[in-house]
């Protein structure tokens, strides 16, 4: 019996930036006909393996194969018509193009002139196809939620019928249903003799959908696995044995509210602006927390953001008692506001600028020059504290992992200690370590007298905060929720189809 060749075969793959090694001496093997699952804890190096695979990035040493037949790929466009083809967890897409447009920009096969209405066809053709809501074809990506626009780079990937299909983190902005459509998707592609390569953190997905599985671990392959042989419970002690190991705080459920104090938050007649939806209206005690659960593009997003001040609304808004102008950052801030932003890299931090800076934006040492010396030294101390693993003070904010970066606000953001923080998506990206730890911090806050509102697209993560939940649709909240409420109804209030 003739044994066919592997889809795609990495094998001794070593990449290293400056003094990081990301990569040393992985290996991965993705056959035809399977979803492959790649998980590790951050800053393993999965990224970095597929933009290898994708041609985004050359490897300093190691092989690659395709089909068997030694490959290297010198730029994306080369791995495309090999048939590989990635969908990275940050979107690529033109933001001040139509969804139309980029789509049709992500399809090598578009024609060079191309009729409006042909584009409008393809947008509908593919949200038909992938069972994925990507938005109107006129609207403009910019003005787009993150959940969309992942969307959009899913489908467009999908458009061209890769052979080798890698995505990174695709469900991180699904809802449960869309989740569903995706994974029917992939399973469509296998049956036909396609690969998928799909990283992820979520453990339940990988043993519902995926046929084997690697476990990288600090650069190197540390477990091939077909799915059914091994557990949960075997991969969860691996990964968070390969996570860094810090000194993360209990996860206490946020004391009911501080007798006497005034309310952390309070909203009346809050709309973001934009919005279309019914005024809202809410209070969050000193001490207390409140989860927003909500499908991306619901407006529980525009909801935080605006609360921070990050986008205009009109309404009513106090923060510790003090009554202050809606859109505007610098009152919220003045007020005691702390924000952790949905997009970490575009919107909470300098990505040029040393981790020492980023931490020190606000009230960097020092009377009239800045007291670098000083800087240094409190930075080293708040990144240990705070569990940032990094090579030093002065390495830059973009070289960190996706959970040391979110680390790294927390760092910023929880000292000195605030009357409010707002989180959007604080854990989305992240591995079961870094989310735990996250989580934990934030309901640290809490116990320590800060209100906390969090804005999540994932129940179950708003279930293991244990807060009162409310769900957005459409802009509109739910009653609120006790965090012990079912997936299966969380998901129906989600959906808009709860009584």
């Known amino acids: 019996m003739t044994v066919a060749p592997l889809a795609l075969e990495l094998s001794g793959v070593a990449k290293s930036f400056g003094a990081v090694r990301a990569l040393d001496g992985a290996r991965i093997d993705i056959g035809s006909g399977e979803i492959h699952a790649l998980l590790g804890e951050n800053g393993a190096g999965k990224p970095t393996l597929v933009a290898i695979a994708a041609g985004f990035l050359l490897p300093d040493e190691g092989e690659m194969r395709r089909n068997g037949t030694p490959s290297n790929f010198s730029d994306p466009r080369a791995a495309r018509r090999a048939g590989i083809a990635l969908v990275p967890q940050h979107d690529l897409l033109v933001e ?170 309070v909203l009346e007649g809050f709309v973001p602006t934009g919005s279309g939806a019914p005024p809202v209206s809410l209070t969050i005690a000193p001490g207390g927390a409140l989860t927003l659960l909500a499908i991306d593009g619901n407006g529980a997003d525009l909801i935080g953001a605006a609360v921070a001040g990050a986008r205009s609304a009109r309404g009513s808004l106090r923060v510790a008692g003090r009554s202050i102008a809606p859109g505007s950052p610098l009152a919220f801030r003045a007020a005691g506001g702390a924000f952790i932003p949905a997009d970490r890299r575009a919107e909470g931090l300098v990505a040029g600028l040393s981790l020492s800076e980023n931490l020190f934006l606000r009230r960097p040492p020092g009377r ?59 854990t989305r990206g992240l591995d079961l370590a870094s989310s735990e730890d996250v989580r934990a911090r934030l309901l640290d806050a809490a116990r320590s007298g800060a209100g906390v509102l969090v804005v999540t697209a994932d129940p179950e993560e708003a279930r293991e905060l244990g807060a009162p939940i409310r769900v957005v649709y459409r802009g509109a909240l739910s009653p609120v929720l006790p965090a012990t409420t079912s997936l299966a109804e969380l998901g129906r209030f989600m959906g808009g189809v709860a009584a």
């Open 96 to 265: 001040a193009a139509t969804v139309a447009d980029n789509l049709a920009l992500l399809d090598p096969f578009a024609p060079a002139f191309e009729s409006s209405r042909a584009r409008r066809e393809r947008v509908d053709r593919l949200t038909r196809s992938s069972g994925l809501d990507l938005g109107s074809p006129n609207a403009r990506v910019e003005e787009l939620p993150v959940g969309t626009r992942q969307r959009i780079g899913i489908a467009g990937a999908l458009q061209t019928d890769p052979d080798v299909l890698i995505l990174d983190e695709p469900t991180a902005v699904l809802s449960p249903d869309e989740t569903v459509a995706l994974f029917r998707a992939l399973r469509r592609r296998t049956d036909a003799g396609r690969a998928v390569l799909l990283i992820t953190h979520r453990l339940a997905e990988v043993f519902e959908g995926a046929d084997r599985l690697t476990l990288l671990s600090r650069g190197k392959t540390l477990l091939e696995t077909p799915v059914a042989a091994t557990t949960t419970g075997v991969v969860a002690a691996l990964l968070l044995g390969g996570a860094e190991a810090t000194s993360r705080p209990v996860a206490l459920e946020p004391s009911p509210g501080q007798t006497g104090a005034l309310p952390a938050l």
């Open 368 to 426: 009239f020059t800045i007291d670098r010396a000083v800087l240094a030294t409190a930075a080293a101390d708040r990144l240990a504290r705070f569990g940032v693993r990094a090579s030093g003070p002065d390495a830059k904010a973009r070289e960190l992992s996706g959970g040391n970066q979110q680390k790294l606000l927390l760092a910023r953001e929880l000292e000195p200690p605030p009357n409010l923080l707002v989180a959007i998506h604080p």
